[in-house]
């Protein structure tokens, strides 16, 4: 088991693997609670926009660090790509709310802009910081797919102060955020503010990207945000067992992909996805089970 | 029911209300989109009036002001002689929905959806009052959906989904009830239930009921009075005066306004001014309770 010796081993090898461990549990728990309204009001695919705009942003941020000489490493380059996921995910809800709005054209334009921005960037970036001798930048493949390597004690804070930030938003705005995601055109009626609210879920689907693509990518940030929702709708229509269910899913899924990338050294992105894909699976298939086996129930009159 | 007409205070007061849209097509010359002019109505306490106009009427936009979504351009509203934006804050007014808007397979019961009536607004560690509490359970009771409080909705019929949306309106300690085409997807004997319910919720809370619709038959069997509604208020009767010759009018406006909206603009609904239609003019001569 070298899941065993990378976090009880030596030292050098604790140090190595306990963040990443770390941060996948608190993005776990900070996604898992984000992919219920996402799977309810269907914004996953906004959320795809969102993390593929992150891709656009570090490759700004990289080609900025050249320019001003700052750090392309570390806090300077997250703080750009939180940026351009927040202005990201703000243009989209701006953009939804238009009148005759087609969201997903939007998105889709976005996201593949920004994608062919990010990478001619990131390629371009660094080649220039081999040329002149700078430590060299994280690989396309490490961002678009996530590495544990990617992944230090900072992260390990970061991810914990934005989960705790997360879940307290969450929290408190609990009621108005259920009715918006429950009945979004009534809502201002009844003293709701749903633009608020949209606004609100976006922000927060940036910020948990932008801490999740360390670890699991960009590509692969979304599926946290939609998996463990999904695999919790299908098993209850109770309200906070959905949350729970949905945080249980996550945090296993995590844990059980990074397992798997540890004892198969495969990439944590795709390791995890493929640990929550079963997970869902074997979700739905209880469901259809459940549904087959059970009795029919009173019929809607 | 007491006569509504000896109350004082009326329950809405529309007294020329008008609206407009800026032009929706950039690069067109400027102006805007008129959606409801010169409307003026009075809705007494207690009554049920029905607001029946075809799609492009202004319903929408009627019930966006009644709301206090929606600055009133021109005219003014009072409900019980608050603004709406008042009466919101008051929660005066109990807002229905389309049933198909809201997310049917959603995971709270029927209990939480009527709670987030008085619900909604709430943040972090406010709590919901007794008297909510007891409304919520009250609620349900009127609406038959007591024993049902638990079930998750989206175990709802179609009719019991709607009750949920009502009790939710009628949980916030609404006087008024305002329904938006209530009956979209109900069949003839659903409708004539639907509207046996109103009845019974006006006469046990003395609430005013307020319902929008496009369809004739919900607006007949569920009003005291109509009032027909075509960018501009056509009449307002006794649903027996529904004629042919009215709702012809009525609809026939509007087929003209739906294509005529984005660029008739030049002739500013002249045809409203019709002299056989002024009721609206003189809107104090309230015509109460049907028979």
């Known amino acids: 088991m070298r899941t065993l010796e990378y976090l009880l081993g030596a030292p050098e090898l604790r140090a190595t693997f306990w ?24 914004m996953a695919f ?18 900025l660090g050249l320019i001003i000489g700052a750090a392309a490493h570390g806090t300077g380059l997250l703080a750009v790509v939180t940026l351009f996921c927040v202005a990201a995910a703000l243009g989209i809800a701006w953009l939804s709310d238009r ?130 929702g999904a695999a919790a709708l299908e098993l209850t229509d109770r309200l906070r067992p959905v949350y729970a269910i949905a945080m249980a899913v996550g945090v296993l899924g995590v844990a059980a992909g990074l397992v798997l990338s540890f004892e198969m050294n495969w990439q944590p992105g795709p390791s995890i996805v493929l640990a929550l894909t079963a997970m869902f699976a074997a979700a739905r298939a209880a469901s259809s089970l459940r549904s087959r086996r059970a009795h029919p129930q009173e019929k809607p009159a | 029911m007491s006569d509504p007409a000896t109350n004082a205070t009326p ?13 929706p097509v950039a690069g067109a010359n400027g102006g805007s989109v008129e959606a409801l002019r ?37 005219g003014a ?37 009527v709670e987030l009536g008085p619900a909604g607004r709430l943040t972090g560690f406010a709590r919901l009052s007794p008297d909510d509490r007891r409304r919520v359970e009250e609620s349900m009771s009127l609406l038959g959906i007591a024993d049902l409080a638990d079930r998750p909705v989206g175990k709802l019929s179609g009719g019991q989904f709607q009750r949920t949306l009502i009790a939710r309106a009628l949980a916030v300690g609404a006087r008024v009830l305002l329904l938006d085409e209530p009956t979209v997807g109900i069949d003839v004997t659903g409708q004539r239930r639907f509207a046996e319910l109103l009845t019974s919720l006006r006469d046990r809370l003395g609430v005013t009921i307020v319902v929008v619709s496009h369809d004739l038959r919900t607006i007949a069997a569920a009003s005291d009075r109509v009032a027909c509604l075509s960018r501009t208020l056509h009449s307002h009767v006794a649903p027996e005066g529904l004629t042919p010759a009215v709702l012809a009018e009525v609809f026939r406006h509007d087929v003209e306004g739906v294509f005529g909206e984005v660029h008739v603009d030049a002739h500013p609904a002249a045809d409203c001014d019709d002299p056989a239609h002024h009721h609206h003019h003189h809107h104090d001569h309230a015509k109460g309770g049907g028979a």
């Open chain 1, 19 to 42: 963040p990443p461990v770390l941060v996948g549990l608190l993005v776990a728990a900070l996604c898992s609670a984000l992919s219920v309204p996402v799977v309810l009001k269907r």
């Open chain 1, 46 to 63: 906004v959320g795809q926009g969102v993390s593929h705009a992150a891709f656009g942003g570090v490759g700004v941020a990289l080609a």
């Open chain 1, 99 to 228: 009148p005759g709005a087609r969201t997903d054209t939007a998105i889709g334009i976005v996201l593949a802009a920004s994608m062919a921005v990010g990478f001619l960037l990131i390629r371009a970036a660094a080649a220039r910081m081999r040329a002149s001798g700078l430590p060299p930048p994280p690989s396309v493949e490490s961002i678009l797919f996530g590495s544990v390597l990617n992944v230090g004690p900072g992260d390990a804070v970061l991810a914990a102060a934005a989960t705790a930030a997360v879940l307290a938003l969450l929290w408190w705005y609990r009621r108005p955020m259920l009715f918006w995601a429950f009945d979004e055109s009534a809502s201002p009626a009844f003293g709701v503010p749903s633009r608020a609210m949209r606004s609100l879920l976006l922000i927060v689907l940036a910020l948990a990207i932008v801490v999740t693509m360390r670890l699991a990518g960009v590509v692969l940030a979304t599926a946290l945000l939609v998996l463990p």
């Open chain 2, 11 to 23: 329950a809405i007061d529309y007294v020329g209300v008008g609206f407009a849209y800026p032009r």
């Open chain 2, 38 to 74: 010169d409307i003026t109505l009075r809705v007494e306490p207690g009554e049920r009036l029905g607001i029946l106009g075809p799609n492009g009427a202004g319903k929408t936009t009627l019930m966006r002001i009644t709301l206090g979504l929606l600055p009133c351009q021109r």
């Open chain 2, 77 to 113: 509203v009072r409900i019980f002689g608050r603004t709406p934006e008042q009466a919101r804050r008051e929660r005066l007014i109990g807002y229905v929905p389309q049933r198909s808007d809201a997310e049917l397979a959603f995971p709270i019961s029927v209990r939480q959806a």
